[in-house]
Structures are given as structure tokens and as C-alpha cells.
């Protein structure tokens, strides 16, 4: 059960994500993230490369480690497309997010489930209060979700708790910054123009404390007492995406975010 300001966060998001025209077919959510068309194409391209950098480095390995099906956590799950695409590997998805509509969060996930039957289960909560036992998870994956997070090292022990040993936490396409000056120029920027983007639901929308964007410093400082070291995977983006820094620089604007692919092996 989410408590009053979180449901209410998450109602206003679907209701935004719906006006941003997120809801994808039947055919696309089968697709992704490999969405070749529509207005949302190019920004797949560049989660796309993150996942295929997961599959290669984190998911594939532990599985032929262990030898045996995973059960994998999908934080922030969205409409579920990488819990499916974790059951296509023959692995256990759980697809953990705070909303269950079906517009982009789990609901949308119903074709997904009917395509990979037995391979996806479906919670409705927050991260920062996981409904699992310990040692559920072999692989735990923060799914474009942890910039979200209100306190960062309380939700990095929930996901420790969870993620048996043996097992890796995954961090896929959340914004990272080098320092805190280029990231609070960004939430500085992204609240100047809260009201043009969301309009009546700014204040919903911008009511949760959420960090917004991850640092290598701050990564490490939440992490200190949890025994998580973290490996940056760089990973090659399409090259407009890698152009980005040497145009802001151009055009005098401030430092773009990475995204990359971070993990830390859960001892």
C-alpha cells in the first residue's frame, strides 16, 4: 500500500505520461527496447545501448555462473519491457513499481505477461520499501528509477537486502553527473521550467524530494556501510548522444548528464 503523496505522485505521472502520448501498442511493447518508429524512437536508441550493455556484462554472466534460471528484480519497471525481455532469457522477472496503470506502468505489462506466461510477477510498491524477503534477487536492477529515490542510502539497503549473495545491483539510465555543480544546474533548469512542462500537475509532480541525479561521490557515500563497490561501465551511444558534452561546451550550456551502466557485486 502506497502511502497518500506517492499514490497521488503516481496517478499525476501517469495522467502526464499519457499527454506526453507514452502509451505504446501492443506490437512496440513486444519491441522494446528496440523501438524503431514514433516520436519516442531516439530516445530507445539510447536505452537500448544501456540494456544490451547489461545483458552482455551483468545478466548473461551471472546466469552462466550460476547456472540456472535468475530471478531478476526490475525496479521502476514501468510497463515491464525488461522484465519480459529477462523472461525471454528464461528467467524469473518481478517487475516492482509504484504504478499499476496501464497507460506506461504494469498494467500496460499484460501482453507482455501473456507473451512470457509464467515468467513475469507483477508489485505494485515503492523501492524504498520492497515487499520481498532477503536474498530474493540474483540480479537486482534499478530500471531508469533511482534518480527518484528521496533517500538514496536507505533505498541501496533495501536492494542489498534483497539481492542474495553472489548476486549483482545494476543501475540502468539514470542521469550521472561528475560533480553536484553540473547536475544542480540541471534541477535548477528542470524547475524553472516545471510549469511549462506539467502545467496543472507541477505541483503534484514536484512535490516528492526526489535526488533527481547521481554522482560517483554520491553513489559511493550511501554506499559506504552496505559493502557495495561500484563499476562504471561506459557504454557507446549512438553519436549524437556522445556529441552532446562538445555542443553544450559550443553553445555555452551546461554539462549534459551520462547515463552508462554501474553495478556492484553483492558479497
Same mark, same amino acid.
Given at each position: 500500500?502506497?502511502?497518500?503523496?506517492?499514490?497521488? !505522485?503516481?496517478?499525476?505521472?501517469?495522467?502526464?505520461?499519457?499527454?506526453?502520448?507514452?502509451?505504446?501498442? %501492443?506490437?512496440?511493447?513486444?519491441?522494446?527496447?528496440?523501438?524503431?518508429?514514433?516520436?519516442?524512437?531516439?530516445?530507445?536508441?539510447?536505452?537500448?545501448? %544501456?540494456?544490451?550493455?547489461?545483458?552482455?556484462?551483468?545478466?548473461?554472466?551471472?546466469?552462466?555462473?550460476?547456472?540456472?534460471? +535468475?530471478?531478476? +528484480?526490475?525496479?521502476?519497471?514501468?510497463?515491464?519491457?525488461?522484465?519480459?525481455?529477462?523472461?525471454?532469457?528464461?528467467?524469473?522477472?518481478?517487475?516492482?513499481?509504484?504504478?499499476?496503470?496501464?497507460?506506461?506502468?504494469?498494467?500496460?505489462?499484460?501482453?507482455?505477461?501473456?507473451?512470457?506466461?509464467?515468467?513475469?510477477?507483477?508489485?505494485?510498491?515503492?523501492?524504498?520499501?520492497?515487499?520481498?524477503?532477503?536474498? %530474493?534477487?540474483?540480479?537486482?536492477? !534499478?530500471?531508469?528509477?533511482?534518480?527518484?529515490?528521496?533517500?538514496?542510502?536507505?533505498?541501496?539497503?533495501?536492494?542489498?537486502?534483497? %539481492?542474495?549473495?553472489?548476486?549483482?545491483?545494476?543501475? +540502468?539510465?539514470?542521469?550521472?553527473?561528475?560533480?553536484?555543480?553540473?547536475?544542480?544546474?540541471?534541477?535548477?533548469?528542470?524547475?524553472?521550467?516545471?510549469?511549462?512542462?506539467?502545467?496543472?500537475?507541477?505541483?503534484?509532480?514536484?512535490?516528492?524530494?526526489?535526488?533527481?541525479?547521481?554522482?560517483?561521490?554520491?553513489?559511493?557515500?550511501?554506499?559506504?556501510?552496505?559493502?557495495?563497490?561500484?563499476?562504471?561501465?561506459?557504454?557507446?551511444?549512438? +553519436?549524437?548522444?556522445?556529441?552532446?558534452?562538445?555542443?553544450?561546451?559550443?553553445?555555452?550550456?551546461?554539462?549534459?548528464?551520462? !547515463?552508462?551502466?554501474?553495478?556492484?557485486?553483492?558479497?
Amino acid at each position: 500500500m502506497l502511502d497518500p503523496a506517492l499514490a497521488a !505522485f503516481a496517478r499525476a505521472y501517469a495522467e502526464q505520461r499519457a499527454a506526453e502520448g507514452r502509451r505504446l501498442a %501492443t506490437a512496440d511493447l513486444l519491441a522494446l527496447p528496440w523501438l524503431r518508429h514514433g516520436p519516442q524512437a531516439k530516445q530507445w536508441a539510447i536505452r537500448a545501448r %544501456t540494456f544490451e550493455a547489461f545483458m552482455r556484462r551483468v545478466l548473461r554472466p551471472v546466469a552462466a555462473r550460476k547456472a540456472r534460471p +535468475l530471478t531478476v +528484480l526490475d525496479l521502476g519497471a514501468g510497463n515491464g519491457w525488461l522484465s519480459y525481455r529477462a523472461g525471454c532469457e528464461g528467467h524469473l522477472a518481478i517487475a516492482l513499481d509504484i504504478r499499476g496503470d496501464k497507460i506506461d506502468g504494469l498494467g500496460a505489462a499484460d501482453c507482455l505477461v501473456a507473451h512470457s506466461p509464467g515468467r513475469i510477477e507483477r508489485v505494485v510498491a515503492s523501492f524504498d520499501a520492497i515487499p520481498l524477503a532477503d536474498d %530474493t534477487a540474483d540480479v537486482t536492477v !534499478f530500471n531508469a528509477s533511482l534518480h527518484y529515490a528521496t533517500d538514496l542510502a536507505a533505498v541501496l539497503r533495501e536492494a542489498r537486502r534483497v %539481492t542474495a549473495p553472489g548476486g549483482v545491483i545494476a543501475i +540502468l539510465d539514470s542521469p550521472f553527473y561528475g560533480g553536484e555543480a553540473a547536475g544542480l544546474e540541471m534541477v535548477l533548469e528542470k524547475r524553472l521550467r516545471a510549469s511549462e512542462w506539467f502545467g496543472e500537475r507541477t505541483a503534484v509532480l514536484t512535490s516528492l524530494d526526489s535526488i533527481e541525479f547521481l554522482t560517483p561521490a554520491r553513489l559511493a557515500r550511501a554506499s559506504e556501510r552496505l559493502g557495495l563497490e561500484w563499476r562504471r561501465h561506459r557504454v557507446r551511444y549512438p +553519436l549524437a548522444y556522445e556529441l552532446r558534452p562538445l555542443l553544450a561546451r559550443l553553445r555555452g550550456r551546461r554539462t549534459p548528464s551520462r !547515463f552508462d551502466l554501474w553495478t556492484a557485486a553483492v558479497r
